[in-house]
């Protein structure tokens, strides 16, 4: 099986790489022609690092018939990529942000649906089994009546622009995928966000969110999504019943004290890497047909949830999710 991952220009894309470069039975080619101009050889010199192929362009990529893309570009680039990889009927993996309106979000779910292939967008913490429990035990009425669900990502500060957008569009999408699981695809009604900046180094872009969602069957969701300069790991969730709660964290701390070599605090986080079980998802899912984690049709309802949220943000009041 052929994949390719698409530019360096995320932070997790030599994640994917080492990781796909692994795994059995996968061909994998790189490449990353839309270099920043202070590094027009990133790509290359990446590839080299890695000991993986690479491409100097995305019609070479396209030509080669990879039968999935792992797109890790910058987010105002994500349409072109998707269509591309559409067109070519490439199975797709893409990473957050997704897109930087729900116009092209919905451009990038149809431009697959035309190809006949998956658009699944990248949030590891959906394809836990530990999740998958939960999920279940929701479903057949353990905590109840399901009343509000509270959740928390707080990751490093990053250096963003404007298109990649701060902590409420990076680091939102990830709960309101967990929450868009438990809720069988119930689309949001109604939003109210609130954003600072402290910790941003770019004017305009946020580094904190904290964002209340309702939903027509009355379930009320409050999460906060920003920067931290200490991160607590996650994402975390709690759903709360009627009845019951139940937690969810996707990255809990195994071990945790202070480390002489680095003057500062250590974690060790337990459980599995959901990176790779999110990749043996994908690669299974191009013979199966089926996968697990959010697909196009809920990377457009979060990234209405998202686009809500920043009007909410500018204008201080609550906002009605378009459908």
């Known amino acids: ?46 590839a080299e690092r890695l000991g993986v192929s690479y491409l100097d362009s995305w019609d070479e990529v396209f030509a080669s018939r990879p039968d999935a893309v792992v797109i890790t570009s910058e987010v105002d680039r994500h349409l072109e990529l998707v ?52 999920r279940r035990g929701i479903a057949e009425g353990v905590v109840g009546t399901l009343t509000t669900i509270h959740g928390s990502y707080n990751t490093l500060p990053a250096s963003r622009t404007d298109a990649d957008g701060g902590a409420l569009c990076a680091n939102a999408a990830y709960l309101l995928d967990l929450v868009d699981a438990v809720l069988d695809g119930e689309p949001a009604e109604q939003v109210y966000a609130q954003t600072n900046g402290v910790l941003s180094a770019e004017p305009g872009v946020e580094s904190a969110a904290v964002l209340t969602v309702r939903y027509p069957s009355g379930v009320v969701v409050a999460i906060d999504c920003s920067w931290s300069l200490s991160p607590t790991g996650g994402p975390v969730m709690t759903f709360v019943g009627d009845r019951a709660s139940v937690e969810y964290d996707a990255c809990p701390r195994l071990l945790g004290g202070f480390d002489a070599a680095t003057d500062g605090e250590r974690s060790e986080p337990g459980g599995v890497d959901l990176y790779s079980v999110m990749l043996r998802d994908f690669i299974a899912a191009f013979d199966s047909g089926k996968g697990n984690g959010p697909d196009g049709p809920a990377g457009l309802r979060t990234t209405r949830v998202i686009r809500a949220a920043y009007e909410s943000a500018r204008t201080g009041q609550p906002v009605d999710v378009g459908r």
């Open 1 to 46: 099986m052929k994949v390719a991952v698409l530019s360096f220009a995320h932070e997790r894309a030599e994640t994917y790489v080492r990781l796909l470069r692994d795994m059995p039975g996968v061909d994998l080619v790189t490449a990353d022609p839309d270099g920043p101009p202070g590094d027009p050889a990133r790509g290359r010199a990446m």
């Open 83 to 134: 269509e591309l990889a559409g067109e070519a009927e490439a199975q797709v993996l893409c990473e957050y942000p997704f897109a930087t309106s729900v116009a092209d979000a919905k451009a990038m779910m149809d431009a697959c649906d035309i190809g006949g292939v998956r658009l699944t967008l990248a949030s590891p913490a959906c394809f836990s089994e530990a999740f998958a429990a939960v």
